[in-house]
């Protein structure tokens, strides 16, 4: 499964940094726009299993391992 979001990237400086509107809290930054996209897909791949992991916790272990 492929899953695409917004990224807004802005410079600073000689930094440039990145967020999605769609995910609060995800965030990326680096010397290049390739760099703080490449750090902003990172930090969304690390909440989105948190999140996933959030959402299992408690749930039967039929469900969890079929």
Request: net charge negative; hydrophobic share 40%; aromatic share 6%.
């Amino acid at each position: 499964m492929k899953n695409e979001f917004t990224a807004v990237v802005e410079r600073d400086g000689e930094w440039f940094s990145a967020y999605c509107p769609e995910i609060p809290g995800a965030n990326g930054q680096g010397q290049t726009i390739e760099e703080s996209k490449a750090s902003l897909a990172d930090a969304i791949a690390l909440i989105l299993e948190d999140r996933r992991e959030d959402g299992l916790r408690g749930a039967p272990l039929d469900l969890l391992n079929p």
